[in-house]
């Protein structure tokens, strides 16, 4: 990854570079959406209301309560003079209430007109969310919130899957990205005609009520459905891109800091990725401005085609930034020694790394690398089949004489688990961090019980609370939680067995 | 002869000679421990769990219930962890505020180890003096932090408030108020034959077992091995300031006694020189975003706690929450060895070794 850096043309970027361009245009598509979304918000809101400002859910609620109150009060108000002048030309002749009756009545209709108006206001508010965000009915912000998140999780596992199914692809030996990018639209395509069909014919009545408030002048349901659900296409997208984006920059974000620490990369060279990536990114922007310009004018249901579209691009480029992701791993390895950054302990790391492959071999390493959020402290990444050799290494070398296991502890990283330890030497005064990956569908590691018998308790509690089995321990039991405890509550996926607990 | 038999003998969770909800099985035959059988976790509380749903700010006072009697040091080891990872500066008056806090709860928990540890081996009065000398302690870091106990004192970047008016002098005067009764205390118990007779020789280990076993603190320096991370991996301001590493090699619990003796008087020299340099007036806090956000990655880091090692890992999203915190908790670990101490020892030693390695339960079991 480091020799591609001078790569021209796009085909030529390197995956490294590829990845991280795909992960920032689609940020900035996303946040290009987002502000349109916001502009299109506020030009809606000055043609209904007297110009409000596109503000939150919570303060939107609070002005129009104000409002409301001061209208009523306004109202309340002409009321009374109103009634007074019908008083005073009335009483002569009937006088059929008294003042107080009187004032009571006009409170009354105040009020009821207050209520009226507030009713008619949260209409009008209930109109414009769904205008806005992808709710079919009338719900509570509450509710709406929790089937926000529903979709939203129901959605990610679909793009889950598809990711898969890509990444399957990729890793099958799929070069030619076009190929994957049409396929990949003609799936986007017939996904969003499918759920356009369903939202559509779901939500037809309630979309026709809150449509028909709102836009005064459209009377026929249909095609006030159609927008709704190309609304809701749209929603959809772009909720898809922001997190695929999200998703993807915080991967290129690290695999940037993990590139820059293994090979020390140019800081030149990830300014010139960023000045391209934001090129690219406001060109794309600027195509997507298009693209909603013409929707909005037409409201046709074309609009679908090109968010397919985007999302077809967007998932080419999941799949690409995942090929990376892949070759990547096996460039690091190879890329690691090229290690330039300066730390005290770099020589020590070096050290360790040449006398580990030295005597275990060349591979056994998985990585190594200075931790800087850690004092620096040297940090090698064992395979889980020479995690033990490697730490038997660590105690029992001369130059290592690692005697001392300061913490051993283990982390769920979804992916995998992760086993940490600590390690000191009180000879050469000097720390190394030991990490292993641990497969999470078989979780099982060396125990370095045998080693330090430090390793001991701390690998029970590891035991107890992820689940990863030590083999080798001497008593592999739980010992925080009782032995009947069921489930390992550490781990990210744990469900309380007993909800009482 | 009198023939024996084995036996099981259950001790805890309530026992008062184990100080929290300890339970330990032993095996007995006649009146030597043939086996021993810790049995830990009564007061788990899944702080690492919890802690998963927590801001960095909001961890802070659930440090406090770990070692219940040096919260101080629990405070800072997640607020060095995090400021570690973002890379901050702390303001020197706070850096001096917590180096004396710290300090202050060292001196107070050798205090309750040394009266409840005399207690636990038949020494009545020891108790009473070292209970007084402490709730004056309590009674300052009551005035800093607003609790006896619990402090939750410190923040990422600094400490919660500069303290009241007076309290460096009171500090100050604190200093040879409590090396005259230290003094007292080696004159009343130091030097006491029956004591010498309890502790002397009982629970040996060599510098090799001890590393082997992950100790760390006196349990550590009591075998000769001289290490302190306030001296060996200097953190906040502790290159600062002039004191001894108390060593011993003997590696039993008369040298475990002796070492945390002396901790107390070190810990006076560094009090001693903390309220003098620190700077009169000046900020507390360092300037730090209003939510915690330390960058992505992990961060470990240890310090000395009255019992040791403590060491705080963060594995960090990015996010105002941890992805997994996780402390390194001395007394955990310096557990670990009792059991291999209890074999072949009198059953009455039990209370000597067991009291002899200071653990806090609140602690071993997180």
Same mark, same amino acid.
């Given at each position: 990854m480091t020799k591609e850096v001078d790569g021209q043309g796009e085909e030529n970027l390197s995956i490294e570079e590829q990845k991280k361009k795909a992960a920032a245009e689609a940020k900035a598509k996303a946040l290009e959406l987002a502000k349109q979304r916001k502009a299109e918000k506020e030009a809606q809101e000055k043609t209904e209301a007297p110009a409000e400002e596109p503000l939150s859910v919570e303060d939107q609620k609070k002005k129009a309560a104000a409002e409301a109150k001061a209208k009523a009060l306004e109202l309340a108000k002409q009321r009374k003079a109103e009634k007074d002048a019908q008083e005073k030309a009335e009483t002569p002749a009937e006088e059929p209430l008294s003042v107080e009756?009187?004032?009571?009545?006009?409170? @009354?209709?105040?009020?009821?007109?207050?209520?009226?108006?507030?009713?008619?206001?949260?209409?009008?508010?209930?109109?414009?969310?769904? %205008?806005?965000?992808?709710?079919?009915?009338?719900?509570?912000?509450?509710?709406?919130?929790?089937?926000?998140?529903?979709?939203?999780?129901?959605?990610?596992?679909?793009?889950?899957?598809?990711?898969?199914? &890509?990444?399957?692809?990729?890793?099958?030996?799929?070069?030619?990205?076009? /190929?994957? &990018? +049409?396929?990949?639209?003609?799936? %986007?395509?017939?996904?969003?005609? %499918?759920?356009?069909?369903?939202?559509?014919? @779901?939500?037809?009545?309630?979309?026709?009520? $809150?449509?028909?408030?709102?836009?005064?002048?459209?009377? +026929?349901?249909?095609? $006030?459905?159609?927008?709704?659900? /190309?609304?809701?296409?749209?929603?959809?997208?772009?909720?898809?891109?922001? @997190?695929?984006? $999200?998703?993807?920059?915080?991967?290129?974000?690290?695999?940037?800091?993990?590139?820059? *620490?293994?090979a020390g990369d140019g800081g030149d060279a990830a300014a010139d990725e960023k000045a391209k990536a934001i090129a690219a990114a406001k060109a794309k922007a600027a195509a997507a401005a298009k693209a909603r310009a013409s929707r909005d004018a037409g409201g046709e249901p074309a609009s679908d085609d090109e968010k397919a579209k985007a999302i077809a691009a967007a998932k080419a480029k999941a799949a690409a930034a995942a090929k990376a992701r892949a070759a990547g791993g096996t460039a690091k390895a190879e890329a690691e020694p090229a290690e330039t950054k300066p730390s005290p302990y770099q020589p020590m790391l070096d050290q360790y790394v040449a006398l580990i492959r030295e005597q275990l071999g060349a591979d056994v390493l998985e990585d190594a690398y200075i931790n800087k959020l850690s004092k620096d402290v040297p940090t090698l990444v064992a395979k889980s089949d020479t995690? =033990?050799?490697? @730490?038997?290494?660590?105690?029992? #070398? +001369?130059?290592? #004489?690692?005697? =001392?296991?300061?913490?051993?502890?283990?982390?769920?990283?979804?992916? #995998?688990?992760?086993?940490?330890?600590?390690? =000191?030497?009180?000879?050469?005064? *000097?720390?190394?961090?030991?990490?292993?990956?641990?497969?999470?569908?078989?979780?099982?590691?060396? /125990?370095?019980?045998?080693?330090?018998?430090?390793?001991?308790?701390?690998?029970?509690?590891?035991?107890?609370?992820?689940?990863?089995?030590?083999?080798? #321990?001497?008593?592999?039991?739980?010992?925080?939680?009782?032995d009947d405890w069921v489930g390992h509550p550490l781990r990210k996926d744990y469900e309380p067995f007993d909800v009482e607990v | 002869m009198i023939r024996t038999e084995e036996m099981l003998l259950n001790v805890g969770p309530q026992h008062p000679s184990t100080h929290g909800v300890f339970r330990i099985v032993l095996k007995i035959d006649g009146e030597t421990i043939i086996e021993a059988k810790p049995v830990i976790g009564y007061l788990h509380r899944g702080t690492e769990k919890l802690a998963e749903d927590l801001q960095y700010t909001q961890i802070i006072p659930y440090t406090d219930r770990m070692d219940y009697l040096a919260a101080m040091t629990n405070n800072y080891v997640i607020c060095h962890a995090v400021e570690t990872m973002m890379n901050l500066e702390i303001p020197e008056r706070a850096e001096y505020l917590r180096v004396i806090v710290m300090e202050l709860g060292r001196v107070a928990s050798h205090l309750v180890w040394f009266g409840?540890?005399?207690?636990?081996?038949?020494? !009545?009065?020891?108790?009473?003096?070292?209970?007084?000398?402490?709730?004056?302690?309590?009674? !300052?870091?009551?005035?800093?932090?607003?609790?006896?106990?619990?402090?939750?004192? !410190?923040?990422?970047?600094?400490?919660?408030?500069?303290?009241?008016?007076?309290?460096?002098?009171?500090?100050?005067?604190?200093?040879?108020? !409590?090396?005259?009764?230290?003094?007292?205390?080696?004159?009343?118990?130091?030097?006491?034959?029956?004591?010498?007779?309890?502790?002397?020789?009982?629970?040996?280990?060599?510098?090799?077992?001890?590393?082997?076993?992950?100790?760390?603190?006196?349990n550590l320096r009591c075998t000769g091995v001289n290490w302190d991370l306030r001296k060996d991996e200097p953190y906040s301001i502790y290159n600062r300031f002039t004191f001894d590493v108390p060593v011993f090699s003997s590696g039993d619990a008369w040298a475990r006694y002796q070492c945390r003796m002396a901790e107390i008087e070190e810990s006076l020299k560094i009090l001693e020189q903390a309220v003098e340099q620190i700077p009169s007036e000046g900020t507390v806090m360092a300037k730090v975003p209003k939510i915690i956000k330390p960058p992505a990655g992990e961060g470990f880091v240890r310090i000395e706690s009255p019992r040791g090692e403590i060491g705080c890992y963060i594995a960090s999203e990015g996010k105002k929450e941890p992805y997994r915190l996780k402390f390194r908790r001395p007394s955990f670990y310096n557990l670990q060895i009792l059991p291999k101490l209890l074999v072949g020892e009198n059953i009455s030693n039990l209370i000597t070794i067991l009291g002899g390695i200071d653990i806090v339960l609140g602690e071993v079991d997180g």
């Open positions: 009756d009187q004032k009571k009545k006009a409170a @009354a209709e105040a009020k009821a007109k207050a209520l009226e108006l507030a009713k008619q206001r949260r209409a009008e508010k209930e109109a414009q969310e769904k %205008a806005e965000a992808p709710a079919e009915e009338p719900l509570s912000v509450e509710d709406q919130k929790k089937k926000a998140a529903a979709e939203a999780k129901a959605k990610a596992l679909e793009l889950a899957k598809q990711r898969k199914a &890509e990444k399957e692809q990729a890793e099958a030996g799929v070069t030619s990205s076009i /190929s994957t &990018e +049409d396929e990949d639209k003609e799936k %986007a395509l017939a996904l969003a005609k %499918a759920k356009a069909a369903a939202a559509a014919k @779901a939500k037809a009545a309630a979309a026709a009520k $809150a449509k028909m408030a709102r836009e005064a002048g459209q009377t +026929d349901s249909e095609p $006030a459905d159609e927008t709704e659900a /190309s609304n809701d296409e749209k929603a959809l997208a772009a909720a898809k891109a922001k @997190a695929a984006a $999200a998703a993807k920059a915080k991967a290129a974000a690290a695999a940037k800091a993990k590139a820059m *620490r293994e995690y =033990y050799i490697i @730490a038997e290494l660590l105690k029992t #070398h +001369d130059d290592l #004489h690692f005697e =001392y296991l300061s913490e051993s502890h283990g982390t769920d990283f979804k992916t #995998h688990f992760e086993v940490y330890n600590y390690l =000191y030497s009180y000879k050469n005064r *000097r720390p190394v961090v030991l990490k292993a990956k641990v497969d999470r569908e078989k979780p099982e590691v060396a /125990s370095l019980a045998p080693l330090w018998e430090g390793a001991n308790w701390p690998e029970r509690e590891t035991y107890d609370l992820l689940g990863i089995t030590f083999t080798n #321990h001497p008593n592999m039991t739980r010992i925080m939680l009782p | 409840t540890y005399l207690l636990d081996i038949g020494a !009545m009065s020891p108790f009473l003096y070292a209970f007084r000398e402490r709730e004056a302690i309590i009674n !300052m870091l009551n005035e800093i932090s607003g609790a006896r106990l619990t402090f939750n004192y !410190m923040r990422v970047g600094g400490v919660k408030w500069d303290a009241p008016d007076g309290w460096i002098e009171k500090v100050r005067g604190f200093v040879p108020y !409590m090396r005259e009764q230290l003094a007292g205390y080696h004159d009343l118990v130091t030097g006491n034959e029956i004591f010498l007779n309890r502790v002397k020789g009982i629970g040996t280990y060599s510098a090799e077992e001890a590393l082997n076993y992950s100790l760390s603190g006196a």
